[in-house]
């Protein structure tokens, strides 16, 4: 987790939520399918400008890194460790922001040998914004998205989700902070209980595809119950 999401808003409507100035200069467009390394929309804020809407490419590549070419396994820092790690510390510390999307997928094994892909997204169709810290090499803006253990649920399809921020803490993950590690809190199991787990088709394994049919709902052959799958 997580390999996969999807952000389809337009720069309008992500600058007005976010109420962040929009620096992307139509760069962006709706993807159902993120992989590794693609430009996405991130928030980040500025000492000057305060919030800006900003392309950054998915895959943090430190500032002293040589090359871009490990940007791929960047891609996620786990919260138990972003505060120590060489890579990811000092963006933690100074640079975080907020990676806006629709949901994220998941993977879960099916009886049968094959996999099921899922998709985790707000029941009221809300915009989720996960946890992230970005960091600038040569004339890339780069971000990784935040980890945690996944809880309720969520921990059936996998033991890690990303740091989800509910709204009232938009300001206090984006600005200034005397304890980091004090920000990396997971949302209640309430707030949590407002996602729902969707069965969706196997065409989003390919990066190639894109398209809203990604995320509807298919039926299931199985019966999920926990780490257990039993076909119908």
């Known amino acids: 987790m997580c390999g996969r999401y999807a952000t389809t808003r337009s720069a309008g409507d992500l600058s007005a939520l976010f109420e ?10 709706p ?13 980040r804020l500025d000492a000057e400008a305060g919030r800006l809407l900003s392309v950054g490419r998915w895959g943090l590549v430190p500032h002293w890194s040589r090359s871009a070419a490990g940007a791929a396994r960047m891609i996620n ?13 000092k963006p933690f510390a100074r640079r975080r922001c907020l990676v806006p999307a629709d ?8 009886p049968d040998g ?12 809300s915009v989720l914004a996960f946890a992230g810290i970005w960091s600038q090499w040569e004339s890339l803006l780069t971000f990784s998205v935040l980890t945690t253990a996944a809880v309720g649920e969520l921990a059936e399809v996998h033991d890690r ?3 989800l921020l509910p709204r009232e803490r938009w300001d206090d993950w984006l600005g200034p902070a005397d304890d980091p590690a ?6 209640s199991p309430g707030w949590l209980a407002g996602l729902e787990i969707r069965p969706v088709g196997p065409a989003v394994g390919n990066v190639r595809n894109d398209g809203p049919e990604l995320i509807q709902r298919v039926p299931l052959p199985y019966e999920r119950t926990g780490e257990e799958t039993t076909l119908l």
């Open 182 to 187: 004090a920000l990396l809190v997971p949302p």
């Open 161 to 163: 989700m990303p740091l």
């Open 114 to 125: 094959g996999k099921q892909p899922y998709y985790m997204t707000p029941r009221d169709g």
């Open 77 to 89: 820092a786990r919260s138990e460790t972003v505060a120590t790690s060489r890579a990811y510390a």
């Open 103 to 110: 949901g994220w997928y998941e993977w879960v094994r099916r």
């Open 20 to 29: 962040s100035y929009d620096e992307t200069d139509g760069r962006l467009g």
């Open 31 to 43: 993807d159902h399918n993120v992989a590794p390394t693609d430009p996405v929309p991130l928030v």
